[in-house]
């Protein structure tokens, strides 16, 4: 089993930045692929960016390209999501999602692909 913790969240007004930490316990992180999704209210989930196991490839919706960054530290057992430049139609609930597969080299991008989740922390941009 592997066990998420996300932190970092809170409101903020248009214009400026979080940082999302997600601490996973469990498993060794480097057999992870990542991946950060967030929820609207009366919307479905979304993944917002992904990163591969190995670090090397990653995805950002185009819809925070630009804006928001992915990065994983194996050795603290944490992926991060910088959010820059945050709108008011960034605010959900977001969470992160881990899942170990075979190929170190993909990210992962769909909800069904991934079996472990956090349990989500409100981000609120508004003025």
């Known amino acids: 089993q592997v066990q998420l913790v996300e932190s970092g969240g809170g409101s903020v007004q248009p214009g400026g930045s979080l940082r999302l930490s997600c601490a996973a316990s469990g498993r060794t992180f480097n057999s992870l692929h990542m991946g950060w999704f967030r929820q609207a209210p009366g919307k479905e989930r979304e993944c917002v960016t992904a990163?591969?196991?190995?670090?090397?490839?990653?995805y950002v919706a185009d819809s925070v390209k630009g804006r928001f960054t992915i990065s994983r530290d194996d050795a603290g057992n944490t992926v991060y999501l910088q959010m820059n430049s945050l709108k008011p139609e960034d605010t959900a609930v977001y969470s992160c999602?881990?899942?170990?597969?075979?190929?170190?080299?993909?990210?992962?991008?769909?909800?069904?692909?991934?079996?472990?989740w956090g349990q989500g922390t409100q981000v609120t941009v508004s003025s």
């Open positions: 990163i591969s196991r190995n670090g090397v490839n990653t």
């Open positions: 999602a881990a899942d170990a597969k075979y190929y170190e080299h993909i990210y992962y991008t769909g909800v069904g692909e991934y079996d472990y």
